[in-house]
């Protein structure tokens, strides 16, 4: 199975910056065997989508609501997935959590197979 760690997660100020990284790790894990996302949820909302990956990273998929704020990379080398967070504002706090799926490309949660724990993003303003 797959093992997946998230760090980078903080307090930050209305504006500022943060990046997750996401490290994975497994008996039979192949970075290219693997479409990736980060996923978020807030108190009282719904888990969302934040942004997916294709296995090569040539593909990628936004929510609207951090589109021209936020970039989802990877290094497959190092087994890392990347969050950059930029102009961050109080509706991005949530607990972001690292997903892994056998598609090449996934936009649902339904469709990823393995999960980080999550860690926690607050924003103040």
């Known amino acids: 199975q797959v093992q997946l760690v998230e760090s980078g997660g903080g307090l930050v100020q209305a504006g500022g910056s943060l990046r997750l990284s996401c490290a994975a790790s497994?008996?039979?894990?192949?970075?290219?065997?693997?479409?990736m996302a980060w996923f978020r949820q807030a108190p009282g909302k719904e888990r969302e989508l934040v942004a997916a990956i294709s296995t090569t990273g040539g593909i990628t998929f936004y929510a609207d609501s951090v589109k021209g704020r936020f970039a989802i990379s990877r290094d497959n080398a190092k087994n890392t997935v990347y969050l950059q967070m930029n102009s961050l504002t109080p509706e991005d706090t949530a607990v972001y959590s690292c997903a892994a799926s056998v598609r090449r490309l996934a936009r649902s949660a339904g469709e990823y197979d393995y999960w980080g724990q999550g860690t926690q993003v607050t924003v103040s303003s």
């Open positions: 497994g008996r039979t894990f192949s970075s290219y065997d693997y479409a």
